[in-house]
Each structure stands twice: as C-alpha cells, then as structure tokens.
C-alpha cells in the first residue's frame, strides 16, 4: 500500500505572502493611498498600478532591492495618476515599512523551516527577485528565487514551478506551495501535482473561488509552523 509522500521542500510565493499576511501589492498601495488622502476610483487606481509595475518587468537593475522596487512603483502612479511626487512617495514609505515589518517575521519564520524542508521562492516578479530577498535577510534560509522575468514565464504555467522543483531536486508530489492567489498559486500547483497552502486573512472575500477541501487555509504565515505538511 502506498503512503503519502514525504514533504520534502516548501515553495512560496512573494508578494502578498511573505511581505503580507495574504493581501495582494494593489490592494496595499491602495488602502496606503485612502490613508494618505489620495482620493482616487479603485478602477482607475487599479489601471494606473498595472502600468506602474508591468513597466518594471524587465528595465528594473537587478541590484534595486525592496526599497528601491517600490519607489519606483510609486512614481510609475504618480505619473499615470498625475498626481504629485510627494504624496506618492510617503505612500510608497508607508507601504514599505508595514511590508518591512512582516518581513521580519517571515524570515524568521523560513529560518525555523530551513531546519525541516528545502525552500524556494517561485515569484511573478521583474527581474530583481533575488536583490529583494538579501534586502530583506530570506535568503540565507532558501535554496532557489525564481523570478519570472529571468525565467521567461510567470504563474500558474507549469515551468515556473518545475524550475524551482529542478533545483530543489524533488518531485511536484514531495513539495507543497505556499501562496495568496487562487489563480496564479493554488490553480498552478495544483496543476502540477503539488499540494499547496492558501494564504487568505480572516474575513477576506473569496471572490467566488474556493480552494480544494483537503489542502489548508491559513489566515497569517505563521501558522504554517503548526500544519502537519
């Protein structure tokens, strides 16, 4: 009788699950903006922030780390929005520190991890993954950053995974992935025979999409210290 394989590796997402507790970049900029004062139509904000960040993928230096990746989001809305440079810099401060903040914990929480599994980050991301996470002290407990821009692929396609599987030496079914999106993260490694961890705060809406019932729901990271994976 086969049993069920041995968790070997953990995969996770980057934004909105190790800089947050399962809220996405957008929606952060914008709640930080309401706070500031910006009054701005979510639609309107929302076309603004794609333009901002899809304008990076590929033309960010790999070197810029956190800080700097999210200054120029910030001036990417400032132009598109036409608003001044300022109030959209002490937006992107604000959501910096509180990012900053949960970074702290979420490397502490990889560090304790380190001891059991192998870790990687698999990230839809520009091109400076790996600057971020020395930025922010995760690297030393993860054995492989896929970025999609260096990759040439982004979630939920298959390859993405797989390059992060490859280097990890482990097979899709030894690995469980650890992410915020239903579409990009869960749907992805479902696909590929991964067993995975939604990251979804208390009282989120589901927007419609449920997740499958024997794989868990977490509301903050650090339960996933508790789970029997």
């Known amino acids: 009788m086969t049993g069920v394989p041995v968790t070997r590796a953990l995969l996770f997402d980057f934004g909105g699950t190790l800089d947050a507790e399962g809220v996405p970049w957008k ?20 076309q603004a922030f794609y333009g901002a960040t899809d304008s990076l993928e590929g ?28 109030l959209l810099r002490r937006i992107g401060d604000r959501f910096t520190n509180d990012s ?75 690995a469980v992935f650890v ?10 490694a479902r696909a590929m025979g991964m067993r995975h961890v939604w990251l979804r705060p208390e009282g989120a809406a589901s927007n419609g999409g449920s997740c499958c019932p024997e794989d868990p729901v977490i509301a903050r990271l650090s339960e996933i210290l508790r789970l029997d994976l």
Not at 179 to 188: C, K, P, Q
Request: proline share 5%.
């Open 27 to 46: 929606d952060r900029f914008f709640e930080a903006a309401r706070q500031e004062g910006l009054e701005v139509p979510q639609p309107e904000f929302d």
């Open 59 to 86: 033309r960010i230096p790999a070197s810029a780390g956190f800080g700097e990746t999210v200054e120029r989001i910030a001036a990417g809305l400032a132009s598109r929005l036409r608003r001044e440079g300022d």
């Open 100 to 174: 900053r903040r949960q970074l702290a914990e979420s490397a502490s929480i990889l560090s304790r991890l380190s001891d059991r599994y192998r870790l990687g980050i698999v990230s839809n991301f520009y091109g400076n993954l790996q600057a971020v996470l020395d930025e922010a002290g995760l690297s030393s407990s993860i054995s492989v950053a896929v970025d999609s821009t260096l990759a040439g692929c982004k979630k939920p396609e298959p390859r993405i995974f797989r390059a992060a599987l490859d280097v990890l030496r482990v097979e899709p079914a030894e």
């Open 179 to 188: 992410g915020d999106s239903l579409r990009r993260d869960m749907a992805g």
